[in-house]
């Protein structure tokens, strides 16, 4: 049974005993006959007031079903707003993870890169460069693979750590490192180019 057919019921039986008490000649012929007929109108005011008990108990069970719907609701509600704010925290970390295996990836290219070109200005300019230029173009090239080592390592080590689901990447200061090493690398390339 729903609201708006309890509320039809009691708004009929509200209805059928509102003429007798509202019609003025019932009203002072019951006035007149005080006590003597308290019988049958004891009678019809048990009736209505059982029937008005029926009505609140079942207003109050309906009330009572709706605010429990509703709680039910509310917390269905909350658990998919966690939900959703789980997914964007786990989408906003997995970007954040992928840009930072990019740009070790971005170091890692770049490392090999100037190892690449440390090496054919060693081999091409061989006796035409200095001792001090030979030694710095070496430490130069030892710095962009150790730059090409470390990117490899920590970018290794950020992916176990996702397949294991931890909560955010370890770079452990790891993650700056592959860029001094790969700055100083060039660095030491360039000068030994000047020399």
Do not use: Y
């Amino acid at each position: 049974m729903n609201l708006s057919t309890l509320l039809k019921v009691f708004d009929t039986v509200s209805s059928l005993w509102e003429p007798r008490k509202t019609d003025p000649e019932v009203w002072s012929s019951e006035k007149d006959k005080g006590v003597s007929q308290s019988g049958p109108s004891g009678f019809a005011e048990q009736l209505e007031l059982r029937l008005t008990n029926v009505v609140v108990a079942a207003l109050k069970e309906a009330f009572d079903r709706d605010h429990q719907r509703l709680e039910l609701e509310r917390a269905h509600l909350e658990e998919q707003r966690r939900r959703a704010d789980e997914a964007i925290r786990r989408e906003l970390q997995r970007q954040s993870i992928d840009r930072e295996i990019g740009r070790l990836r971005f170091l890692a290219v770049t490392a090999l890169a100037g190892w690449i070109a440390s090496v054919i200005v060693l081999v091409m300019r061989l006796g035409a460069i200095s001792i001090a230029s030979r030694t710095m173009l070496g430490i130069g090239s030892l710095l962009m693979l150790a730059s090409l080592a470390v990117a490899f390592m920590t970018e290794t080590r950020i992916s176990n750590s996702v397949a294991e689901d931890l909560q955010s990447p370890p770079t452990g200061g790891s993650g700056n490192l592959p860029l001094w090493l790969l700055v100083a690398g060039l660095a030491l390339l360039a000068v030994s180019l000047l020399l």
